[in-house]
């Protein structure tokens, strides 16, 4: 098991061209940029039974092949931008289940759920990677632009992600905040698979409810409120996207 973290930044396309420009990121750039695309399916139930478990399951289709990744939406409680993910090569377009074993999809992967999984939706992307480095962490700062589609509703993507690879993940609000004083840019408070799963549903405007919030108890005083701040701060950006249709 990974975990995925990482801060997730929205820009408008225009504005997506001039970040690769950027000199001070430039300088920060351990090797050169790298493009490629990705399309990406996104597979549950009718009732959606992943969903409602708060997991994600998908197809990614590259140049490299196909990759599987079962992946928990609620962001874990080692950080407030984290989450656990599996990933593994496979051959086929469809996902294998067989490769649950271990993972957070373990309890639910029966016969019956591979009889009903089907494609939800899907995201198109054409990415740009550049990996830098910042104080001794390594950081990889994917340019995404492209599409969310789901039957027949299709919404766009333009942001900005910025993962960490190793190192102090307070490196990641230090690259977003030099960006923020670049260029226009707002806080990402919705993952992909969340927007997928909310177009699906034709619900992509509707207002967003809380999340749980799961403490380690290992956590300090400081690092739970730090925590509950931050899932605030989460849910209160997501609701900017809510609303009833026009």
């Not at 050169?32 to 197809?59: I, Q, S, W």
């Not at 599996?86 to 029966?110: F, G, M, Y």
């Not at 632009?145 to 690879?165: F, N, T, W």
Request: hydrophobic share 40%.
């Amino acid at each position: 098991m990974a975990q995925e973290i990482e801060l997730k930044l929205e820009t408008q396309p225009s504005v997506m061209r001039k970040v690769a420009e950027l000199p001070w990121l430039l300088e920060l750039a351990k090797d050169p940029l790298k493009r490629e695309k990705l399309v990406t399916v996104y597979f549950d139930t009718a009732k959606l039974k992943l969903h409602n478990r708060g997991l994600a399951l998908r197809v990614r289709h590259s140049a490299k092949g196909r990759v599987q990744t079962i992946k928990v939406l609620r962001k874990a409680t080692r950080g407030a931008f984290g989450r656990d993910e599996w990933e593994q090569q496979i051959a086929s377009d469809e996902p294998d289940l067989s490769l649950a074993k271990d993972t957070a999809l373990e309890p639910l992967a029966t016969k019956s759920l591979r009889r009903k999984l089907k494609p939800l939706f899907e995201t198109v992307v054409e990415r740009t990677v550049l990996p830098v480095g910042i104080d001794g962490t390594n950081v990889e700062i994917a340019l995404d632009r492209g599409y969310i589609k789901a039957g027949a509703h299709r919404e766009p993507i333009s942001e900005i992600e910025i993962e960490l690879k190793d190192g102090d993940r307070n490196a990641l609000s230090r690259i977003a905040e030099r960006l923020a004083g670049s260029i226009p840019v707002a806080y990402g408070a919705r993952s992909k698979p969340e927007r997928g799963y909310a177009l699906s549903s034709d619900k992509s405007r509707e207002p967003v409810g809380a999340s749980e919030i799961t403490l380690d108890p290992k956590f300090s005083t400081a690092d739970a409120f730090r925590a509950i701040a931050l899932a605030c701060l989460d849910h209160t950006l997501a609701k900017q996207t809510g609303g009833p249709r026009r």
